[in-house]
């Protein structure tokens, strides 16, 4: 508190450039990010617009991963020049986007994103009846540029020539005071995109911030909002959220927020169940240890693990009615999925790798006969598998089935053989046939033997 008082004295009278709309402009002594940390695609492209005459920086989330000692998934470009005069110094780049049009260059295997510094917002923005801007395709200077971004955090600057950060909110301090704050007024800003309120659970969990209290306050009396973002965005944001290598920590900040009744709208049910939570949160961890391990991370197993409780529920709900358990299984999944896409617009594709790792789970239980080699060369047979183990590692299913598996799928042609469990359902059948066969050679017999020791007819007589 004193050092504060003292700086607050020191600084009387002084200037602020950050006011002024001027950055603090911090040097790579201070912050440490060379150039070397940056992708050689994110660099080629602020050269090629520098060429030109145009200003160009690696902007936001990159910037403040590599000051906290994280490796950034991409790097963005921000720059003065307008998307088509971008195409024009980019030979391989092409225009996207209609909320607000951005580029992206093709620099080799990299994809770069790049965007025009946005201006403030007028009173002739295209907003819903809620406020969230639907069309902002107004350009501005870069301190515009930096007061539209959600979080101070992600106004930062870097000069991949110079190697210096331009911050404009102290975003670097507010990193260093382990602090999530909001650039301007929270409530406007929920407005503008309430997507904004998973971002904040996200990075706060991701880079281990807490939320400002101005930035958080809001958040649960405005988390109905949700409900009027496009459920393909929404799922998008999801994904990221889950797939931060802290997803454990998101839902646990989500709940904390009361923002999971307006995201995945079957989660708040399973959590209020122990067996449905013990068995998300498995799937969870199970995620994120992958991801710090660099092991890639499926979408689809992630949302099949998500949703096979409520799946379950309703399948035993369908087979108590009396239809048969496979058409039940079925029936359950397309439900669950057609219920959960009215809010979260799960793509097709994943959605159907969803339901095959569903689809394959009772077919684990047939180890007899083929059958298990059918099941072994399935195209989803890793993740189904992977499911099941999660499964028995929940208590749902008893965990010998998940070994044998194990052993199976490990064994040579000989040893599988030997695995397989007699073919209970074969045999029965076979006895069946040979009963059948047998009572017709019995019954053909004594019908012989009648006819032997009974007179002839008259009409046989004659």
């Not at 239980?365 to 028995?392: C, I, K, M, S, T």
Request: aromatic share 6%.
């Amino acid at each position: 508190m004193l050092r504060k008082f003292i700086n607050r004295v020191l600084t009387l009278g002084k200037v602020n450039p950050v006011a002024l709309g001027e950055p603090a402009i911090i040097p790579v002594e201070r912050h440490g990010v060379h150039r070397e940390s940056i992708s050689s695609g994110s660099r080629r492209v602020c050269e090629a617009l520098r060429e030109r005459g145009y200003k160009a920086y690696v902007v936001g989330g990159a910037v403040r991963d590599l000051l906290v000692g994280a490796q950034p998934k991409d790097f963005d470009v921000a720059t003065n020049a307008t998307p088509e005069e971008v195409r024009r110094c980019l030979r391989r780049s092409r225009l996207i986007g209609r909320r607000f049009q951005i580029v992206h260059a093709y620099m080799g295997a990299e994809v770069v994103e790049i965007t025009t510094f946005r201006g403030a917002l007028g009173n002739d923005a295209k907003t819903d009846e809620h406020g969230r801007v639907l069309r902002d395709n107004v350009f501005g200077s870069q301190a515009e540029d930096a007061a539209r971004r959600d979080f101070t955090v992600n106004a930062l600057y870097f000069d991949p020539e110079t190697e210096q950060i331009l911050d404009y909110h102290h975003g670097v301090a507010d990193l260093q005071q382990k602090t999530l704050r909001m650039i301007g007024n929270p409530k406007t800003r929920y407005r503008e995109d309430p997507v904004r309120m998973l971002r904040a659970v996200r990075l706060a969990a991701k880079l281990g911030l807490s939320i400002d209290p101005a930035a958080r306050r809001p958040i649960r009396e405005m988390a109905t909002l949700l409900e009027n973002v496009p459920a393909a965005r929404l799922f998008d944001e999801m994904l990221k959220l889950f797939t931060s290598g802290h997803a454990v920590k998101c839902l646990q900040q989500l709940r904390a927020e009361g923002l999971h009744h307006g995201t995945l709208p079957l989660l708040d049910v399973i959590l209020r169940e122990p067996q449905g939570e013990k068995f998300v949160m498995l799937a969870l961890a199970n995620t994120d240890q992958r991801i710090r391990q660099g092991k890639t991370s499926s979408p689809s197993f992630l949302f099949a693990a998500l949703l096979w409780h409520e799946v379950t529920t309703c399948w035993r709900g369908i087979q108590s009615e009396g239809e048969p358990p496979v058409p039940a299984l079925h029936q359950a999944m397309n439900e669950v999925l057609k219920a959960q896409g009215e809010k979260l617009a799960i793509t097709r594709r994943i959605a159907s790798d969803v339901k095959e790792i569903w689809a394959l789970q009772p077919r684990f239980e047939q180890r007899a006969g083929r059958r298990p080699y059918g099941v072994l060369e399935h195209p989803r047979f890793r993740a189904a598998y992977d499911f099941l183990r999660l499964r028995a590692d929940a208590g749902e299913i008893d965990i010998a089935l998940g070994e044998w598996w194990l052993d199976f799928q490990n064994a040579d042609g000989e040893a599988r053989a030997q695995m397989l469990l007699p073919a209970e359902g074969v045999k029965k059948k076979r006895r069946r046939r040979r009963k059948k066969s047998t009572t017709a050679a019995e019954e053909t017999a004594d019908a012989t033997a009648r006819d032997a020791s009974e007179p002839p007819s008259e009409q046989e007589h004659e």
